[in-house]
């Protein structure tokens, strides 16, 4: 993946010819689009919450209080100029097949990404830290004692 790119300051929006006149350049020439990280993080786990099965994402405690809190908690991403990479870490709900989850998140945050962003993303890393038990099983476990 590329490397992040800073700011430019200053942009050039016409080209000398050689006779020494300005043609006017193509609009879509005139500057670049970034992306910041954090951005790709909020598009991701967006996409990510609306898969069947994803009880939460973060979840590790350890993590939570290691890491930085908002929208995108649980979720990180590098963004280059035409490459993105995303590590999801998720919470899944007894009962959901791990890897059923795991590869409809995947999809889902790719195809969001791109269309959003157009950046190709290159990987979707997803780290299942826990499987939730709902409450009501766990009541009816100690009902069966």
Do not use: C, W
């Not at 919450?49 to 994803?54: A, S």
């Not at 405690?61 to 929208?71: D, E, P, T, V, Y």
Request: no cysteine; charged share 30%; hydrophobic share 40%.
């Amino acid at each position: 993946m590329e490397p992040k790119s800073t700011h430019p300051q200053t942009t050039q929006a016409r080209a000398a010819s050689p006779q020494g006149a300005t043609t006017e350049q193509p609009i879509r020439t005139r500057g670049k689009t970034y992306v910041e990280d954090e951005v790709v993080s909020v598009i991701a786990r967006i996409a990510a919450e609306e898969v069947p099965g994803v009880h939460k994402i973060g979840g590790s405690n350890l993590r939570q209080i290691m890491s930085r809190f908002g929208r995108h908690h649980g979720v990180d991403a590098e963004v280059g100029m035409e490459e993105a990479a995303v590590d999801v870490e998720i919470v899944v709900d007894f009962g959901h097949p791990i890897r059923d989850v795991a590869e409809e998140m995947r999809e889902r945050v790719i195809l969001a990404v791109e269309s959003m962003t157009g950046r190709r993303v290159v990987e979707v890393n997803i780290f299942v830290v826990d499987v939730h038990v709902a409450k009501t099983e766990s009541r009816s476990r100690r009902q069966l004692e």
